[in-house]
Every structure is written in structure tokens, then in C-alpha cells.
């Protein structure tokens, strides 16, 4: 695409200008398209200086998950092939869906700097001030049966802490089923809605909240950000793009493995970060409370529950309530 070619010239050339006469040749296009797409780049939030008779120079990148900057960088086979972004939407999971029953690809992704009715499971809200989270939906196309999906939402969950850990450096836990923890405050989320026949998965969107740079004050109680808990990251430019661009490879990374039948792997780093193994809990599954200790993840993904009878019961979907 031209206008990534133009961004790469500028991003080349930082230290100094580049003019618009060398660009112009280098991308065989006129000076007043260089031009056009400067303007549009700048509305898109880049800072670019232009000096008369020596050019163009950017001095500063947008804080925006747009697919400029996503793409750039982002080595990935198949994930963000397809990037959408969004000032505003109602919820990336409702555009990801939209697109998915248009046909579009596995690993198409959708960020939004805010939305208007972000949502949880259960039809709970979802917080999230303008431009200060990853708000982001990506399509899946998964070879699974229908019951098998919370695999996906496993692996997402693995995902999304070790993109954490490897950019910030923080330990991340896991409380199963879709939170990431960090000293066992919210820091993600993640909501998984399908769209399926009895043996087939047609698309599955996971949905991904995290909160990078949101201030304390902004969070519910129990939630945290990465911000608050580096103090110093999460502020500058960049960092919940770089932080997105993980978390997407390591989706891909994830999902690879499920597709080659490495659902062990994906369950042991599963295990490593979860914080329930072991533990006694008390879960609420529909209208049902069951009392009893982690044992550990089913191969589709429920949690085991050991019964103080002894029994082990298998728990696909719900929310523990109590950890002791
Ligand atoms: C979740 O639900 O944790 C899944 C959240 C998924 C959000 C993403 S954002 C992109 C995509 N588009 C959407 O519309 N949704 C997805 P659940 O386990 O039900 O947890 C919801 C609960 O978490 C709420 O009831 C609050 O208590 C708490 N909560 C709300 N906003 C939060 C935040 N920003 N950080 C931490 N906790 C929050």
C-alpha cells in the first residue's frame, strides 16, 4: 500500500527530511499525491513537519490503534491480515461479528479507542475511558465443535498474559474462565460469542478488553491497569500499540497450536498462570453453587472441580465466587 510505503520512507528518514521530489520518485507517484496522503496521515493524528525546499519529516506517531500502525512491525503469518479501527463503536465484538458473516477471513481484527456499550458476559458492562485501553475483537474460523469452544478462550487468556509479562515485564495470572490478574486485580477481560450449528462452529469472536494507560479512579473496584502498575509504562506513545501487536502474534502463536493438536501445551501454560488450581472455590454455574477444589482443565476447556464427596464435576461456563 502506498501510503505504508510513504510512512516507511518517513520513518526512515526521522532523523532528518525527506523530499517530496525523492519520494515522489521512489513510489512512482505525482508530488501533490506525496501530499495528499501527508494530509491524511496528519488528520489521522501524525505529527509531520514540512520545510520549503527540504521536505517532510515526522516527528511524531498517533496513539491510536489504527491499522498504520498495527501492520507496522507486526510479523505475523496470518493474524491482523485485516485490521479495522474505530474511533467509536457501540462493540468490537458486534462489528467483528457483522464482518464475519460477511466473509471475512480468519484473524481479521477490530480495535475501537472507545465504546458506547462495551460489554462482559452476561450482558455486564464493560469500562473503558477513550484511548486508554486495547479494545479489540478478532474473527475465528476454529475447526471445533461447538463445546469446544472455551478452548479458544483459554488460549486467548494465555495470550493475553504473556503479552503482558513480555512487555511489561509483570507476572500475569489467570482466573479462570477470561480474567487476567495482576496481584489478583483485573487488569483483561475477555468475552467469546459464536456463532454456531449443533456440529459446527460457523465464526467465533474473542473479544478483548485490557487496560493499559486507565487511571485508577476511571476502574471498578478489584481492576487495575498496566499504568497503575508500572507507574512509568503505559504512558508514552507507542506502548499499547506495541502491546496489541503482541498480543495478536501471540494469539496467532495459540491458535496455530490448537490447530495442530497441542491443546496440551496450551493447557499446561494455562495451569502455570492460573491462580485456582489447588484451590477451593465456590462456583456459580447457572442457577447451581458447587463447592470443591481445582483440579485442573478438561480437554474442552472446563474447569474439574474435585466434590468434598470426592466426585469430579466438570464446569463449562460461570463464575467463581469464592477462592479459599
Ligand atoms: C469480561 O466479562 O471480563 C469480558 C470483557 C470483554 C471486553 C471486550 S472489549 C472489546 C470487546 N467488545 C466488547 O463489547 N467486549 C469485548 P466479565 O467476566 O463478565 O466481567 C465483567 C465485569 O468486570 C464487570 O461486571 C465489572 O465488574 C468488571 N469490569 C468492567 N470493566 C472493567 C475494566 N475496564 N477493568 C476491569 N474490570 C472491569
Not at 501530499?35 to 520549503?52: D, F, M, S, T, V
Not at 471445533?144 to 488460549?155: D, E, F, K, V, W
Request: charged letters at 25%.
Amino acid at each position: 500500500m502506498t501510503e505504508d510505503q510513504l510512512l516507511d520512507l518517513l520513518r526512515q528518514n526521522q532523523s532528518g527530511f525527506i523530499s517530496g521530489g525523492e519520494m515522489s520518485h521512489k513510489l512512482g507517484i505525482s508530488r501533490t499525491a506525496i501530499w495528499k496522503h501527508i494530509e491524511h496521515l496528519r488528520k489521522l493524528g501524525y505529527e509531520i513537519e514540512a520545510q520549503p525546499h527540504q521536505g517532510y519529516r515526522l516527528v511524531s506517531i498517533p496513539d491510536r490503534l489504527i491499522p498504520e500502525e498495527i501492520r507496522f512491525g507486526l510479523n505475523t503469518r496470518w493474524m491482523g491480515q485485516k485490521i479495522v479501527s474505530y474511533e467509536e463503536t457501540a462493540s468490537t465484538n458486534d462489528v467483528a461479528a457483522k464482518l464475519a458473516v460477511q466473509g471475512m477471513p480468519e484473524g481479521t481484527v477490530v480495535f475501537a479507542e472507545s465504546q458506547s456499550k462495551g460489554r462482559g458476559r452476561l450482558g455486564r458492562a464493560w469500562v473503558s475511558p477513550k484511548g486508554k485501553s486495547i479494545l479489540m475483537s478478532v474473527i475465528f474460523r476454529p475447526k471445533l465443535l461447538p463445546n469446544q469452544a472455551s478452548q479458544i478462550t483459554l488460549m486467548s487468556a494465555v495470550a493475553a498474559a504473556k503479552a503482558v509479562e513480555k512487555e511489561t515485564g509483570i507476572t500475569s495470572q489467570i482466573k479462570w474462565p477470561n480474567d487476567i490478574l495482576i496481584e489478583g486485580k483485573k487488569i483483561a477481560g475477555i468475552l467469546t460469542e459464536m456463532q454456531a450449528e449443533t456440529d459446527q462452529i460457523r465464526y467465533l469472536i474473542v473479544g478483548i478488553g485490557m487496560n493499559v494507560n486507565v487511571p485508577k479512579e476511571a476502574l471498578p473496584e478489584n481492576a487495575t491497569s498496566i499504568h497503575i502498575e508500572t507507574g512509568d509504562m503505559g504512558q508514552g506513545t507507542g506502548d499499547r500499540i506495541r502491546l496489541a501487536q503482541e498480543l495478536l502474534r501471540q494469539l496467532e502463536r495459540g491458535y496455530d497450536l490448537l490447530h495442530d493438536g497441542q491443546w496440551e501445551t496450551v493447557c499446561q501454560e494455562w495451569q502455570e498462570r492460573s491462580i485456582l488450581t489447588g484451590k477451593q472455590v465456590n462456583v456459580r454455574c447457572m442457577e447451581r453453587q458447587i463447592e470443591g477444589t481445582v483440579t485442573g482443565l478438561d480437554p474442552d476447556g472446563s474447569l474439574l472441580i474435585r466434590l468434598d464427596h470426592g466426585l469430579t464435576e466438570r464446569v463449562m461456563a460461570g463464575d467463581v465466587v469464592a477462592v479459599r
